[in-house]
């Protein structure tokens, strides 16, 4: 009877998971740029990703939820004072609404309790002077002419300080050029309705924890807490989840093997329906999958991008996507959109055998495969490995 409770409730916390991340409706959040705002809202942050193997991370996070969605939506957000950069579980866009639960985080790095370090303020000077005088600048405009290295005034240093004087809260990101950062001051960019008082540690806490819920529908104490240094947090976080869980908003679940669930009483009492069956292919980065420890212990799947392992160290390829199969993660496919020639290649597909129904899986993975490459623009597909060998027919006969 344990058996089947566990099983019943994994079962559960995976559809309120899901659901709460928006993957189990086609339009979770409507359409066109004004989604891409919902969504950014609901979820708290979208990872920023310099990799474009296939589409890079944060268009492809907000892809997988809003049909229409266009890569210039995040820029048109960011420039209408919507949306800003800056670090949350890593480098990420965030709502404005949001700006000043990243003030401790400055605070924190201002005072030196950070790895930025030996950054000359001279430079951090120079680089506020001109960005003052000269208006929005990228690091590039600071670059040395006169090609004397070493200089206070040479290209590294100055880049330092732009990202110093950025994640210290002085400058923000206006705009991006490609992948280039636009700079400007932050006092030319905040809006002035923006609240940007420091918020308290009680206060910090509820907005994590009311974040964490609304995206993810349970959450824990190690969830809440990563990568953001210490024990004071996680003692306020603690203490503010117990007072949700006797104000009978939040409930507790306990189950071995994991560390204390909490979930949003009304979303985990829910009646969620199993979830149709379609095929998503997800970022490494996309929010729902990128705390592993979460993801292994909610669905089995042991998952790592290992573009960062050394090539003869890589069990599943360069930079695998997992495959999300009705409430599944049913497998990974190595791929990269060869975006000269027009074509998606999907260089390795593994799949779990045992998790799917290859008869239904099939069209709705290659409908999703189609989807994927025309997002990248390639409107030709090649398969190259596919592994059990077994389903290979089946899948090539697909994709003719």
Not at 36 to 46: D, N
Request: with cysteine; net charge positive; charged share 30%.
């Amino acid at each position: 009877m344990e058996d089947i409770a566990l099983v019943n409730t994994l079962k559960r916390l995976r559809r309120i998971a899901l659901s709460c991340q928006g993957l189990t409706k086609t339009r979770p959040f409507g359409t066109g740029r004004e989604a891409s705002l919902r969504a950014l809202e609901h979820l708290g942050y979208i990872q920023i990703d310099t990799l474009s193997v296939v589409q890079r991370a944060h268009h492809h996070t907000l892809w997988t939820r809003i049909p229409d969605y266009q890569p210039d939506f995040l820029g048109e957000l960011v420039r209408d004072r919507h949306a800003f950069e800056y670090w949350s579980h890593a480098a990420s866009y965030l709502p404005m609404r949001d700006y000043r639960f990243g003030l401790p985080r400055m605070a924190a790095i201002r005072r030196g309790e950070s790895g930025y370090a030996n950054v000359d303020p001279k430079s951090m000077r120079h680089v506020l002077a001109r960005i003052r005088i000269d208006g929005p600048l990228k690091a590039r405009d600071f670059e040395n002419t006169t090609k004397r290295k070493g200089t206070w005034w040479n290209w590294k240093p100055t880049k330092r300080a732009l990202e110093q004087l950025f994640m210290q809260g002085d400058l923000m990101i206006t705009a991006r050029e490609g992948m280039e950062k636009v700079y400007d001051l932050t006092e030319r960019v905040l809006p002035g309705d923006i609240n940007d008082s420091d918020p308290t540690l009680e206060e910090f806490s509820d907005y994590l924890i009311r974040t964490s819920l609304r995206a993810n529908g349970f959450t824990t104490v190690k969830q809440l807490a990563h990568l953001r240094r210490g024990n004071d947090l996680r003692n306020t976080l603690s203490a503010v989840l117990r007072q949700k869980v006797e104000a009978g908003t939040v409930v507790e679940i306990l189950i071995d093997g994991m560390p204390p669930a909490f979930a949003d009483r009304e979303i985990f009492n829910a009646n969620l329906a199993r979830q149709a069956a379609s095929v998503r292919l997800l970022s490494p980065f996309d929010n729902a999958v990128i705390h592993r420890d979460r993801i292994q212990s909610l669905f089995g799947f042991d998952y790592r991008l290992e573009c960062y392992v050394p090539q003869k160290k890589r069990q599943f390829g360069y930079f695998c996507l997992p495959i999300l199969f009705r409430d599944e993660l049913v497998g990974r496919v190595d791929c990269k959109a060869h975006r000269r020639e027009r074509k998606f290649e999907i260089i390795h597909l593994h799949l779990d055998d045992k998790l799917i129904d290859v008869e239904q899986f099939v069209p709705h993975f290659t409908k999703s495969v189609r989807r994927f490459a025309a997002f990248n623009d390639c409107d030709s597909i090649a398969l190259s490995k596919i592994s059990p060998r077994k389903r290979a027919g089946a899948l090539r006969n697909a994709f003719k």
